[in-house]
């Protein structure tokens, strides 16, 4: 079957750096999606990734790999507004998105 | 950057009543729009994939009498709560597909709507 997993809840404080990990077991594999949900409101897209690396937009990163079925999401110089949760989504041979539980960020001043 | 709107927002029905939820890309034409369903603390379940012109696709479990799917045009698509019942209670989320899409397309999602059924 496919799964996706990441953590369920992670804490952080203002101003530091937090790391969201992401690993993935798909039927096949075209790309890998990082949203932002706030709670209540729908997912906003953050980051894709295809190729093997690192994307830098901002305070915020996404890294993939492919061989190990693996991503991250960075987020420096956390803000209180980043408290929200992370989904990560892949869209598999089928061009379906596969959608993670999400992983709550908590971020304390 | 692609809009979609989904409306209501919010709504409070009766047990037993049916409810009408719209989601309409704004500048895009979109082939296919997906419903989504989450409940508190979870992460969002794929309900059915919309395509314009033609029947829904449900995933497994979805019943698809109690959830009515329309998409009559490529701008247009409409989730009905038929009978609704307390279990029914949830945040629904529309996303949509632009028709150019590729790979590294991103779903655009509109608002959602929290519906509470009494």
């Known amino acids: 079957g496919q799964n996706i997993d990441q953590p369920t809840e992670m804490t952080a404080t203002e101003g530091a750096i937090v790391q969201i990990n992401c690993t993935y077991q798909?039927?096949?594999?075209?790309?890998l999606f990082w949203y932002q949900q706030h709670a209540g409101e729908a997912p906003t897209f953050l980051s894709y990734?295809?190729l093997d690396g690192l994307e830098e937009k901002g305070r915020f990163s996404s890294f993939l790999s492919r061989s190990k079925g693996y991503s991250y999401l960075l987020l420096k110089e956390l803000q209180m507004k980043d408290s929200a949760s992370y989904l990560c989504?892949?869209?598999?041979?089928?061009?379906?998105?596969?959608w993670g539980a999400g992983t709550k960020l908590i971020i304390k001043p | 950057g692609a809009v979609v709107s989904q409306h209501p927002s919010r709504v409070i029905c009766k047990s037993g009543t049916s409810v009408k939820i719209e989601c309409r890309s704004l500048?895009?034409?979109?082939?296919?729009m997906f419903w989504y369903r989450q409940f508190p603390k979870q992460s969002l379940m794929l309900m059915a994939t919309?395509?314009?012109?033609?029947?829904?696709?449900?995933e497994q479990g979805v019943e698809k009498d109690k959830f009515l799917i329309n998409h009559a045009s490529l701008t247009l698509s409409t989730l009905t709560v038929t009978s609704a019942h307390p279990e029914d209670s949830s945040f629904y989320i529309c996303?949509?597909?632009?028709?150019?899409?590729?790979?590294?397309?991103?779903?655009?999602f509109g608002n959602g709507t929290r519906l509470t059924v009494t």
């Open positions: 798909t039927s096949g594999f075209n790309g």
């Open positions: 500048d895009f034409q979109a082939t296919t």
């Open positions: 990734n295809v």
């Open positions: 919309s395509n314009e012109g033609s029947k829904a696709t449900y």
């Open positions: 996303s949509a597909e632009d028709t150019e899409r590729q790979a590294s397309s991103p779903l655009h």
């Open positions: 989504a892949v869209r598999d041979s089928n061009y379906q998105l596969i």
